[in-house]
């Protein structure tokens, strides 16, 4: 298992073109912390999601100077991660901007007018969330999940690391399919045997074998032993950071 607090694009093999964040645990964070990694190496990044999500704060909006959920920057006070204002121009050597269609009722974007494969012509990166989980740390995939646009080149299969160990019915969004695919109980727990065995069936039913699987919220494990054992049953190359 392979352990980083920074260099994901690095560790994750982010290639240009589009990747798509999927699974559970931490995919906005994931979303925001490699657009910025890759603008701070100089590529032109674009953020968007496949379902829905929270904007991005500090970053210009749809071709626009307009920031979401970004309070103004000013002197001697924290700014938001991201920022493209004038003082924080300075850390970027490319640019970042995210697209979508704003609902005014619930404050999330949807998808783009424009798909995400004619936005990868003008785009070095696009990034896009295309999955939901209901901020719940592991997750089960309903039959039209995930939403991967056509054209991906990188697939990010993220799993929450705070729900290991944790019941099922209180950790896992659409536990009665992660039972049927692991056969067990929502009152059990969510070993990580059980995810990844859950993990292992959608990789094969998804037909998404060359995802790259990232364990994250490491750092939230009381037992650390969980983190090896859910390696050891997934039997495949393993990430694990602790992303907030």
Same mark, same amino acid.
């Given at each position: 298992?392979?352990?980083?607090?920074?260099?994901?694009?690095?560790? +994750?093999?982010?290639?240009?073109?589009?990747?798509?964040?999927?699974?559970s645990?931490?995919?906005?964070? +994931?979303?925001?912390?490699?657009?910025?990694?890759?603008?701070?190496?100089?590529?032109?990044?674009?953020?968007?999601?496949?379902?829905?999500?929270?904007?991005?704060?500090?970053?210009?909006?749809d071709?626009?100077?307009?920031?979401?959920?970004?309070?103004?920057?000013?002197?001697?006070a924290?700014?938001v991660?991201g920022?493209?204002?004038?003082?924080?121009?300075?850390?970027s050597?490319?640019?970042?901007c995210?697209?979508?269609?704003?609902?005014?009722?619930?404050?999330?974007?949807?998808?783009?007018?424009?798909?995400?494969?004619?936005?990868?012509?003008?785009?070095?990166?696009?990034?896009?969330?295309?999955?939901?989980?209901?901020?719940?740390?592991?997750?089960?995939?309903?039959?039209w999940e995930?939403?991967?646009?056509a054209g991906?080149?990188?697939?990010?299969?993220?799993?929450?690391?705070?729900?290991?160990?944790?019941?099922?019915?209180?950790?896992v969004?659409?536990?009665e399919?992660?039972?049927?695919?692991?056969?067990?109980?929502?009152?059990?727990?969510?070993?990580?045997?059980?995810?990844?065995?859950?993990?292992?069936?959608?990789?094969?039913?998804?037909?998404?074998?060359?995802?790259?699987i990232?364990?994250?919220?490491?750092?939230?494990?009381?037992d650390?032993?969980?983190?090896?054992?859910?390696?050891a049953?997934?039997?495949?190359?393993?990430?694990?950071?602790? +992303?907030?």
């Open positions: 298992m392979e352990t980083v607090s920074g260099n994901l694009v690095s560790a +994750l093999r982010i290639e240009p073109g589009i990747t798509a964040i999927i699974g645990g931490g995919k906005s964070t +994931l979303l925001k912390t490699l657009g910025l990694e890759l603008m701070r190496a100089g590529g032109r990044v674009l953020l968007c999601t496949t379902t829905h999500m929270f904007p991005v704060a500090g970053v210009p909006w071709g626009s100077n307009r920031r979401l959920d970004a309070a103004p920057w000013k002197p001697g924290p700014h991660p920022c493209t204002c004038e003082a924080c121009a300075g850390m050597r490319g640019s970042i995210q697209a979508g269609i704003l609902d005014p009722e619930t404050g999330k974007l949807s998808a783009p007018a424009e798909p995400p494969n004619e936005l990868a012509q003008r785009f070095d990166y696009v990034l896009a969330e295309a999955d939901g989980s209901k901020r719940l740390p592991l997750k089960a995939h309903a039959p995930p939403v991967v646009p991906t080149v990188n697939v990010i299969w993220l799993i929450g690391a705070s729900g290991l160990g944790k019941p099922i019915n209180e950790a969004h659409r536990p399919l992660f039972c049927e695919r692991c056969g067990c109980e929502p009152t059990d727990a969510a070993t990580p045997e059980r995810v990844a065995q859950v993990l292992n069936a959608e990789l094969r039913m998804l037909n998404l074998n060359n995802a790259r990232m364990l994250n919220q490491v750092d939230t494990l009381a650390p032993t969980m983190a090896d054992r859910f390696e049953a997934i039997n495949r190359p393993l990430i694990a950071t602790s +992303l907030r």
